[in-house]
């Protein structure tokens, strides 16, 4: 990723890079083409996430911790994070409620995310998108060794169970 | 799963000799899978390294104490790395102090041992602090450099290589179906001690007791101890994965919910598992010390001292006996009920039905 100086973060964003609490790698491919200059990543601790089901307390801390530690990461590199804390009292508590939010007020071009490990925030996320009628676009999670689709394959009984050039690439041709 | 293991091996050319698996084979769990001897793990190994709560991460802690008073589990003792850097702290202590020992013991269970030989690298593995293929290769060097056995590093890393991705595979694959999958018609609600850990049975006393203080507890811990009860119990798989979910700090539903409801549940009708995990408590006694600490006796199927785990795993067996039948992998379990008398028969039945009136179900 770049480091050069962030813009100004009421500056309508090109790309909105939204990233989960099971997603703290910078070499993920959200961050493809990421330009501080015009990009911005979002964050969220909401309290959804953590009552879904009557979570652990060292579950969430332990999410939370290591957001607030790639919050920081990024933040000296020169990325504009909007992240709302949950202890923030306009946390909206869900996904949905805070990624309209941020949408509304800042009216990013396209929200990027890397595929999330859990099908209801995907879900969530795509439907929140949608009603906002903002374009997104989902991009893969390289972290793993076997993609979605080259596993299908794997299950169909065809072989060859890794990133085909397709799947891996992204897109970063939109100009800033 | 082995010949998508086989696949990823070949593909990614880990553990390779040209076209062939190092050590010419792919699998060496049968020189895995010791029980301690009764001298249990060696008390003068090192301890795990720990990764101290810095201010942020104290910040943190004061913020869920506050925001979730309500919610189960400890955090005085939370000491998970949470950064990269700490992560790759972690990998390497494991690589240097654990990994040579891991196959062996990976099966292993001993009273107040939470961790073992086991890697604590789930966690960081799981929010992507640590990339899999930084830990394979790690793991990897260590065997070719000398420092490990081969069946420790195949067997460490068919857990990442192999299982790790598999499971997300079957994830996506099969859902969002798969979350509703109830194969054996399990309908009991989960007794109440997973939330509490107040059992007689030791076993699932310590498993539950370091659950709720560590948000972890390992593989076979979690597979043969806790999910073995919640199987012969017949709860619910959705309960089950509502608490697995809940309990552990690694838990992400894409790796949770097959490894819960598929591996462990049998739920998804042998997707995951080419059989139900079922075992009576001989098994917990053959891997571990938790029954000589305990009141209740795995070689007796009904009575006061029966060991739950034991009537439970023959009340299984004869619930289940025409699906276990039909399967060349648990014939030989379901033949040994079939030779039940009719009264023997009726002493499992009566006694499991006690234990289910006497353990209070979760509200």
Known sequence: MATRMKFHPQTRPRHLVLVLGDQLNQDSAAFDGFDPACDAVWMAEVAKESTHVWSHKARIAMFLSAMRHFHDTLHSQGVTVHYRPLNDVTNRGSFGGELTATTGRLRPQRLIWVEPGDWRVQTDLESTARALGVAFEVRPDRHFLCSREAFTRHARGESNCGWSSSTASCDASIAC | ?363
């Open chain 2, 1 to 363: 799963m082995e010949f998508f293991y086989r696949e990823l091996r070949r593909q990614h050319r880990v553990l390779m000799e040209g076209d062939e698996p190092a050590g010419g084979a792919w699998n060496f769990d049968a020189e895995n899978r010791e029980a301690f001897g009764k001298d249990g793990p060696d008390p003068l190994r090192s301890p795990p390294r720990r990764f101290p709560p810095d201010a942020t991460t104290r910040q943190v802690l004061a913020l869920v104490e506050d925001h979730f008073a309500k919610h189960p589990g400890a955090l005085h003792d939370f000491d998970w790395p949470v950064t990269p850097t700490d992560a790759e702290l972690a990998l390497d202590d494991f690589l240097t102090h654990r990994l040579a020992e891991f196959g062996r013991w990976q099966d292993a269970m001993w009273t107040n041992e939470p961790w073992l030989f086991h890697s604590r690298l789930s966690a960081a593995l799981n929010l992507k602090l640590l990339n899999p293929r930084r830990v394979i290769a790690a793991a990897e060097k260590a065997f070719r450099s000398g420092r490990v056995p081969l069946p420790a590093a195949e067997g460490f890393i068919r857990q990442i290589l192999g299982w790790r991705e598999y499971v997300r595979g079957i994830y996506w694959r099969h859902m969002p179906g798969y979350i509703g999958r109830n194969a054996l018609g399990a309908q009991h609600a989960l007794p109440d001690f997973y939330w509490t850990g107040e059992t007689d049975m030791a076993c699932l006393r310590d498993a539950i007791g370091q659950t709720w203080r560590y948000g972890y507890a390992h593989h076979i811990q979690r597979l043969m101890v806790t999910g073995l009860f919640a199987l012969l119990w017949g709860a619910h798989p959705r309960r089950v994965h509502e608490w697995y979910l809940a309990a552990y700090v690694d838990a992400v539903e894409w790796v949770e919910l097959p490894n819960t409801l598929g591996m462990s549940q049998y739920a998804d009708g042998g997707l995951m598992a080419s059989k139900p995990y079922i075992a009576s408590g001989k098994y917990i006694q053959r891997m571990s010390n938790y029954c000589a600490g305990c009141r209740y006796d795995p070689a007796q199927r009904a009575g006061p001292r029966a060991c739950p785990f034991t009537t439970l795993y023959w009340d299984f067996l004869l619930r289940h006996e025409a699906l276990l039948a039909k399967n060349p992998r648990t014939v030989m379990q379901v033949r040994n009920a079939v030779r039940l008398t009719p009264s023997q028969r009726r002493e499992i039945t009566d006694h499991a039905a006690r234990l289910r009136a006497a353990i209070p179900a979760a509200t």
